[in-house]
């Protein structure tokens, strides 16, 4: 009996140390809000953006000391055209109370479950969800849909070498950068699509009118998308979406 109680009060003090932790994602167009019904000018070329998606999971707070303190779940972030795309909430998983650096997570979804049978698999992994590739096996881990000049643009990075690690801790700043509290804690994230596109393969232009920078799964065009993601991502400030669709 005592056994059980110590049990129970432990599990009563664990889910009392626990509150939630929300990331949000707005996207930008460069130094100012993206909204859908803005074409991105890339390189002179003017994208209709009209859905982004992708996989986050294995977050992870950051301590002062490096030392990260996991955070489960895994979501699949959907901002598509007809909501604006500002402070849309990407992920809510539950923390331990503390102060921290910030955070880190993949863009992707994690070995063990991108090569499952995805036939059998629940939301958001399963196939309704349109992020498998059948003929690939394995997950999409990215995906930007658009259409610019009449031509249909599928931009995707996927594959496990593509596995996208995006880190919002500072150690090296001053004081508390996150603080989560018995309220819990919201963490506003960006994702600039500029520099999505901000170089081509091998220092080319992301040139829209050719065929390998408009469908990309895999290949040169993708590994570049790969790398242009890596450094697209960023810490943020709530943006005031106001009434713009």
């Known amino acids: 009996m005592q056994k059980l109680f110590a049990l129970l009060s432990a599990a009563l003090i664990g889910s009392a140390c626990a509150a939630p932790l929300t990331i949000t994602l707005s ?3 460069g130094d100012k809000p993206f909204f859908y019904h803005n074409p991105l000018s890339v390189g002179g070329q003017e994208l209709n953006v009209q859905e982004v998606k992708f996989y986050v999971s294995e977050v992870a707070l950051v301590r002062a000391d490096g030392r990260e303190v996991p955070v489960p779940g895994l979501n699949l972030a959907s901002l598509k055209k007809g909501t604006p795309p500002q402070n849309i909430e990407i992920f809510k998983g539950n923390a331990p109370v503390g102060e921290y650096r910030g955070l880190r997570f993949n863009v992707g979804v994690p070995r063990s479950l991108n090569h499952a049978d995805a036939t059998t698999a629940k ?3 399963s196939v309704e ?3 498998y590739w059948a003929w690939n096996s394995g997950y999409i881990f990215f995906s930007l849909l658009g ?3 009449g031509q249909k643009v599928a931009n995707h990075v996927g594959g496990d070498s593509h596995r996208v690690t995006v880190n919002l801790a500072d150690l090296q700043k001053p004081g508390t950068a996150l603080q989560v509290t018995a309220q819990g804690a919201t963490v ?3 994702l600039d699509l500029q520099k999505l596109y901000a170089a081509g393969v091998a220092g080319q232009p992301w040139d829209f009118a ?3 920078y408009q469908q990309v799964h895999m290949g040169p065009a993708a590994d570049q998308l790969f790398m242009n993601l890596s450094g697209a991502f960023s810490r943020a400030q709530a943006a005031n979406t ?4």
């Open 27 to 29: 996207l930008t167009d």
């Open 123 to 125: 939301a958001p992994l």
């Open 129 to 131: 969800q349109g992020m």
């Open 147 to 149: 259409e610019t000049g």
């Open 188 to 190: 506003a994230a960006a």
């Open 210 to 212: 050719k065929a390998q």
């Open 242 to 245: 106001g009434s713009h669709h």
